[in-house]
């Protein structure tokens, strides 16, 4: 990657995604009604990798970035996926990259609105949480188990901008 890159961050589409994951949010028609038809059921959003360990819940509170926001830290799990789901009302910034060699390649920033979640694929790279404007709890459902399951790597920061 070139030094001092400057990437837009556009609005998530679940095809622009797709390489990296799972949206998480309903779709048009629920999957079915629970509860005496009073719930809809919007079911397996997503599939949780987790490469013989086992899936564990967790909440991660995540101070907030502003844009323009310098991304200088990607991670991967490459034994397990990764959800995220905010618990509060704000929109988010959605950090990922393809593969390159396993390295990171060129990153790509997705505006994430307020109530959607998305599910990382295990290997892919991506940012740190970045909740915008103000502090965020996030659900996280990710892998628990042996083995290393996290990769970092330093890179040249890149400028997110809106």
Known sequence: MEDNMTIKATPVTAEAFAPFGELLATRE??????NAGRCERHHALATVERGGGEAIISIFRSEPVSLPY???LLERHPLGSQAF???GSQPWLSVV???EGGKPGAPI???IPAGMGVNLRAGVWHGVLTPLDQPADFLVVDREGDGVNLEEVAIAPVTITA
Do not use: G, Q, T
């Open 29 to 34: 028609k629920a999957s079915k009604m629970i």
């Open 70 to 72: 310098d991304c200088a």
């Open 85 to 87: 789901v905010p618990l």
């Open 97 to 99: 990259a393809h593969d």
């Open 109 to 111: 920033a997705f505006l």
